[in-house]
């Protein structure tokens, strides 16, 4: 009665039961028949709580937040039971304080070691609980479920997004592309338009041309005699390719309603016009021609230190210029040593003032650039027209007879490439090398062969030494 009777003491009985199963279920147990084994066994040990309202296990149908609360009440169990019961020795029959106070520590740590026993046991309960329920296993399907459909509804909210841009580029290409296809119909209408109407212009003035000379050969040309008939027909010819559409009308009907006398006057009228307007142009193509020379001459007499070009500088530098083409290491540089070299004036040129020469001679008109031209063909020909005995002296026999003789014919590009292949073909060893080279080369005599090589071969060594020359003075 005195145990039973005191609330810290019947706590203390009670906690160890002796009737109390303690026993936990194992998974293997609980995974068959989970209700049936692990109800009564949280019943069980509800009695330990220190809190009143005890969740129940639940079942199969239980939402999500009945299971979550369940197992978070019991993952934090807070336990009642304590074992002070089971002490081995009592303070109170301690002799002295010092023996009572080493009884005290040694039932605290017996204490804490049962209490920390229980709550293992209570953890793996629920572990056991929580692996085999079934219903986790079902959240996590479902939760797991869930996230696949999340993640496969942004996919396909993603993929309905590059559709939907994909969509909106296609549409924009395509009204790029009519609209494209819209100015091409345009421009191709448009351009068949002025076709047309520029065919029914040149009709149109063709026939007015035709109305004219007619109307005026009707009039036997305004002349009373052969000589001034022929010259109007000049006339008339040249006022059919000069007037336009419009002056060639007005013209056509002043001859066809007036008299002959108004006619004739209009008809000169028109040529003295015509005849006036080709004088101011060729004076102006004069003017024009005049002023270019004089800024030829000038540049000219500016490059070099004020030295000019006299026309041998001009042909060789045409004939370096065509030496040396465009891609060549330092073009201008070998340009202007090949001319220092081969100049006999003595002028020393740089490369500014071959540049500066050769940009003038591209801006001179036609008639000079066909001059010079002709003067460096012909002097080449002066050259190459007879060629001395003492060039060769391997075969002096075969290659420079009838040396007074005409020049050769100018080499193609076909017979370059023929004799180009026939020499690699033929090497130096070749018995009659020259007789079959020369059989390579269709209409060349072996004269001819031997020449054109000869000329190669002192073309490539003045190359060769205008490109040293430079990269040696780049290296200095």
């Known amino acids: 009665m005195e145990i039973l009777s005191d609330p810290v003491k019947r706590r203390a009985f009670d906690s160890v039961d002796p009737t109390f199963d303690n026993t936990v279920p194992s998974k293997s147990d609980g995974k068959e028949n989970f209700f049936e084994v692990f109800r009564p066994v949280f019943e069980r040990n509800a009695r330990w709580s220190s809190k009143k309202h005890v969740p129940k296990l639940g079942t199969l149908e239980s939402l999500f937040e009945e299971v979550d609360n369940f197992y978070s009440f019991w993952y934090n169990f807070d336990s009642w039971r304590e074992f002070s019961y089971l002490d081995e020795e009592e303070k109170e029959k301690a002799e002295c304080r010092d023996e009572r106070r080493w009884i005290e520590k040694q039932n605290r740590a017996s204490r804490a070691q049962r209490k920390k026993e229980e709550m293992n046991r209570i953890r793996t309960l629920v572990d056991t609980a929580y692996g085999c329920d079934p219903r986790i296993k ?37 009204a790029a592309r009519l609209a494209r296809e819209k100015e091409e119909e345009e421009a191709k209408q448009l351009a068949q338009q002025a076709k047309k109407e520029k065919e029914i212009q040149k009709k149109a003035i063709k026939k007015e041309r035709q109305k004219l000379r007619t109307t005026c050969k009707n009039w036997n040309y305004f002349a009373d005699n ?24 007005s013209l056509n009907e002043i001859l066809t309603s007036g008299s002959r ?48 070009w006299n026309e041998d500088d001009l042909q060789l530098l045409i004939k370096a210029v065509n030496l040396f083409p465009a891609g060549t290491n330092a073009r201008w540089e070998v340009i202007a040593n090949y ?22 001679l591209q801006r001179l008109d036609p008639v000079q650039k066909d001059e010079i031209n002709k003067k460096a063909f012909e002097k080449f020909k002066k050259e190459h027209a007879a060629v001395p005995p003492s060039i060769d002296n391997a075969v002096p026999s075969e290659r420079f007879e009838a040396a007074g003789g005409d020049a050769a014919a100018p080499w193609t590009t076909e017979e370059q490439k023929l004799l180009e292949q026939a020499l690699k073909t033929y090497p130096v060893s070749t018995p009659e090398r020259w ?36 990269a040696t003075k780049t290296k200095k």
Do not use: W
Not at 230 to 249: A, G, H, I, P
Not at 299 to 305: C, E, P, Q, T, V
């Open 138 to 174: 079902k959240f996590k399907e479902e939760e797991k479920a869930r996230k696949e459909s999340e993640k496969k509804a942004k996919a396909e909210a993603k993929k309905r997004e590059q559709e939907e841009k994909e969509r909106a580029r296609r549409a924009e290409m395509e």
């Open 226 to 249: 052969e000589v001034d008939s022929v010259k109007m027909m000049e006339e008339v010819e040249k006022l059919c390719d000069r007037l336009e559409l419009t002056s060639l009308q």
């Open 261 to 308: 006398e108004d006619s004739k006057t209009a008809v000169e009228k028109q040529v003295q016009e015509v005849n006036a307007q080709l004088q101011k142009e060729r004076e102006a193509e004069v003017k024009a021609r005049q002023a270019a020379r004089s800024a030829e001459q000038a540049s000219g007499g500016s490059g070099a230190g004020g030295k000019g």
């Open 339 to 360: 001319m220092n070299l081969h100049s006999t004036t003595g002028i020393k040129r740089t490369a500014k003032d071959v540049i500066n020469k050769a940009k003038n």
């Open 435 to 470: 007789e079959k080279i020369a059989a390579a080369v269709p209409g060349r005599t072996k004269k001819d062969c031997m020449k054109r090589y000869k000329e190669l071969v002192e073309m490539v060594k003045a190359k060769k030494a205008a490109q040293e020359q430079v």
